[in-house]
């Protein structure tokens, strides 16, 4: 088992801390850590595995862990070791996760999906106590998805999983941590038992903090009738308009008085202020957590540079090369896009779709474009947070406006020196407010994002009234954001691109 006492983190400078008093015990196999984007989940795993010392807190015990990071830059640190072991396990592996032995060699060139794969099976050879992984389906197809969940279902060491997708979070995780505000909730189950038990908790107390808060008005409002009962009253006890001469009058009062009748009022209204008290007492003592995930907003309002002509960008037909080792062909028709058009591509991964992306960004060089890469770089991300810091004010007000409206906490986004992958890719695109694009160029835009994002990108891009091209392995999210669909697909050295009438599919998912 892992316990996590009273946990807390804060980064140096900030002026709040990413979580705090997080407490749980987690015991083997997968518990899923899901949270808006800026909640704290990458925080936490690296924090669990010694990777950063908590502010505050512990974990025990400090045996072997192990972080799978969401960046693939650079080959994990036993990747050599794991492909000349040639031992049962990683025999099994690479031949589960489809890694080939020449891999070792041409890192730069293997794509992100490759990468992701053979990162995680370097961990898993490992076989630590405590294995962290951080977003493992991003950049794969619907093949590499399958086999990474697969192969993580036989973990039976303690494992931490952070991911947006909800049928790997529903299908591995024995219990769900949830990170909101600042706060952390462990419940059991998947994501949709926690995001349900989650509601529950939240209607039940909402529901009796409202009627505690109704019997408060009824108490303070008979209080003030008994008040003014009462007020009456001690004008009924005053001597001061009875003449000296009515004696019955005067000793009706000074019975009154004596018997303490007239005082009852009085007493009963600072016996309803009491429990007028206690139960306002009552009401700030519930509490309701705060929500994972807020409801996604509207749509957002993204304007464009309206473009001159028929075409925003056009590739004649031809072919394309793709790597270096082994190099292979894109074979395509003539591509264009139309000002307004929205073009969702899918396919493989290893089938050339970043490249053809790039080709198609360069194409458009006589309109002002948006490229969101589909992962970005230490340097790139630095430079998205330049970009928002070099903006006039209002300017930066209206973007980190957007990147609110897209799920993150504004104020973390300004805190902060160096956002998280989601929040940067937020910002990137929000960015376009102040630099219309008459074309947005999208390299699986999801990845880093939390499901509220996700469906607030969605809507947003639903209304950007500028071109589109979008990659993804979301089949619903590309049906959304796209009406022209190309799909591509590789056979040996060989890829083809083709223009379909039907909404682009991954065949493998």
């Not at 830059?73 to 996760?97: C, H, V």
């Not at 992984?133 to 279902?153: F, K, S, Y």
């Not at 705060?290 to 031809?318: E, K």
């Not at 810091?389 to 160096?418: H, I, K, N, Y």
Request: glycine fraction near 8%; proline fraction near 6%.
């Amino acid at each position: 088992m892992l316990h996590l006492s009273h946990l807390s983190y804060s980064y140096p400078g900030a002026s709040l801390p990413v979580f705090s008093s997080v407490a749980a015990v987690l015991d083997r196999g997968w518990t899923g850590v899901v949270g808006a984007n800026g909640a704290g989940k990458s925080t936490l795993l690296k924090v669990c595995t010694g990777l950063l010392e908590p502010t505050q807190g512990t974990v025990s015990p400090s045996g072997h862990a192990l972080y799978c990071d969401q960046r693939t830059e650079e080959p994990p640190t036993d990747w050599e070791d794991f492909l000349n072991a040639w031992d049962e396990r990683s025999i099994a592996l690479m031949d589960r996760l489809g890694i080939e032995y020449t891999w070792q060699y041409r890192w730069s060139s293997l794509s992100f999906g490759e990468r992701k794969r053979a990162q995680l099976a370097t961990a898993l050879w490992v076989a630590p106590e405590v294995l962290a992984v951080d977003e493992p389906t991003n950049h794969l197809d619907g093949d590499a998805r399958r086999m990474i969940v697969a192969a993580l279902a036989d973990w039976d060491g303690v494992g931490l999983l952070v991911s947006h997708d909800r049928a790997v979070l529903d299908g591995l995780c024995r219990r769900t941590l949830f990170l909101a505000e600042g706060t952390a909730v462990l419940r059991p189950g998947g994501v949709s038992a926690g995001l349900a038990e989650e509601a529950r908790e939240r209607t039940a107390a909402l529901r009796e903090r409202e009627e505690t808060r109704r019997e408060v008005r009824r108490l303070r409002r008979e209080a003030q009738r008994r008040d003014a009962i009462s007020e009456r009253s001690r004008g009924r006890l005053s001597k001061k308009r009875v003449g000296r001469a009515d004696a019955d009058t005067r000793a009706r009062i000074d019975l009154a008085r004596l018997t303490g009748k007239d005082r009852r009022a009085g007493t009963a209204a600072r016996e309803m202020r009491a429990r007028a008290d206690a139960a306002e007492e009552t009401r700030r003592s519930i509490s309701v957590a705060p929500a994972t995930f807020s409801p996604p907003p509207g749509a957002l309002g993204i304007p464009a540079t309206v473009a001159a002509g028929d075409t925003v960008c056009r590739l004649p037909a031809g072919e394309i090369v793709v790597g270096q080792d082994p190099p292979f062909r894109v074979r395509h028709p003539e591509l264009s896009v139309a000002p307004g058009e929205r073009v969702g591509l899918a396919g493989p991964n290893g089938a050339g779709k970043s490249t053809v992306l790039r080709h198609l960004s360069a194409a458009a060089h006589h309109v002002p474009v948006q490229v969101l890469a589909q992962e970005l770089e230490t340097g790139e991300v630095r430079a998205i947070r330049s970009a928002l810091d070099s903006l006039s004010r209002d300017e930066r007000g209206r973007v980190v406006s957007l990147v609110a409206q897209l799920g993150s906490d504004p104020e973390r986004v300004l805190d902060t020196g160096f956002p998280s992958p989601g929040e940067a890719r937020k910002i990137l695109i929000a960015l376009a407010v102040v630099r219309p694009p008459a074309l947005m160029v999208l390299d699986e835009p999801t990845n880093h994002l939390d499901l509220p994002s996700v469906m607030a990108l969605e809507a947003t891009l639903q209304v950007f009234p500028g071109s589109l091209i979008v990659v993804s392995h979301d089949e619903r999210f590309l049906a959304g954001v796209s009406d022209t669909h190309w799909r591509l697909d590789r056979e040996g050295n060989t890829a083809t691109l083709t223009v379909q009438s039907s909404p682009p599919r991954d065949d493998s998912r």
